[in-house]
């Protein structure tokens, strides 16, 4: 297994939590981040994303209920973001077809999109009229210190340096500007206790490795966020959609074997929220100055 070094805090040590596809999650012995020990390439990266492209066609069908789905993250992400933020200029990093950014300007936001894939950069601005770029964090058009709120949902487990996309996040924000995130929380309720069978089954529909470059907690995250200059205010959990996580009731209903595991463990993902354990955080942190 070939170990990188720990994005967070550089320690080289590190304990094996779980194999798939090849590829090695581990957790830093020094802080504790869970990340893949020997990461895809940019070209496997690429190849593993193309095997998508169903699903990006449906999230751009407004018609279909993958869109229905994400919309309804979508208004969320908003309540989330108004409860740190009522307006200002806002970048939505990762904004995929552009749904959450469309909503925060409909609520008063100057909300602009940036996004790495081309065809959902083009939807956003072709279906919603937003301004939308493409790229990564560090190619956003914005000037240093321009933005009052920066979001980046369900994208800091994706990239290869959380931390420097951070500290790029600190850059564009002005003093006082507020981020939110979210992203899968490997401390909640269901994928603790579901680890250990998950090692003896070769299966954890926790979002495993490759696609999830980073496995955050509300410790780690925390972690990252104030070694890039930010103060947490609030984090708050919630659990990842069930059809997601275990996949739709007609397709569990012809395999009985995770049918199984779905009764088994689905009830723990919807009571971890209850007692701050959720699949899922959200994190509001201020840049302070």
């Not at 973001?81 to 552009?98: Q, Y």
């Not at 950014?101 to 100057?110: N, Q, S």
Request: aromatic letters at 8%.
């Amino acid at each position: 297994m070939t170990c990188v070094t720990c994005n967070n805090c550089g320690t080289a040590g590190a304990e094996h939590l779980f194999r798939a596809k090849g590829y090695d999650l581990v957790r830093c012995t020094g802080c504790g981040l869970a990340y893949i020990a020997n990461p895809p390439g940019a070209e496997e990266l690429k190849v593993l994303y193309s095997a998508g492209a169903s699903y990006h066609a449906a999230l751009c069908d407004p018609s279909s209920e993958t869109f229905a789905t994400q919309d309804r993250i979508a208004v969320r992400h908003l309540a989330e973001t108004l409860r740190g933020a009522k307006g200002g200029r806002l970048l939505d990093v990762g904004c995929s077809i552009g749904q959450f950014a469309a909503r925060a300007k409909a609520a008063g936001f100057a909300a602009t999109g940036l996004e790495m894939n081309e065809s959902s950069a083009d939807f956003a601005r072709g279906h919603y009229g937003l301004e939308v770029a493409e790229g990564t964090i560090h190619e956003a058009p914005q000037e240093a210190g321009s933005l009052d709120v920066l979001t980046m949902f369900d994208v800091i487990e994706h990239v290869p340096d959380p931390l420097g996309d951070l500290r790029k996040a600190y850059d564009l924000l002005a003093p006082g500007g507020k981020i939110v995130l979210s992203t899968p929380n490997i401390d909640g309720l269901f994928p603790k206790l579901s680890l250990p069978l998950a090692k003896k089954l070769d299966y954890w529909p926790h979002p495993e490795p490759p696609y999830h470059l980073y496995q955050f907690s509300a410790k780690t995250l925390g972690a990252m966020l104030k070694k890039a200059g930010f103060a947490v205010s609030e984090t708050r959990n919630f659990a990842i959609d069930l059809a997601y996580t275990f996949g739709q009731v007609q397709t569990l209903l012809k395999m009985p074997k995770r049918l199984a595991y779905a009764g088994l463990f689905a009830p723990l993902a919807a009571v971890g929220p209850l007692i701050g354990q959720g699949d899922w955080i959200y994190v509001t942190a201020r840049k302070a100055g």
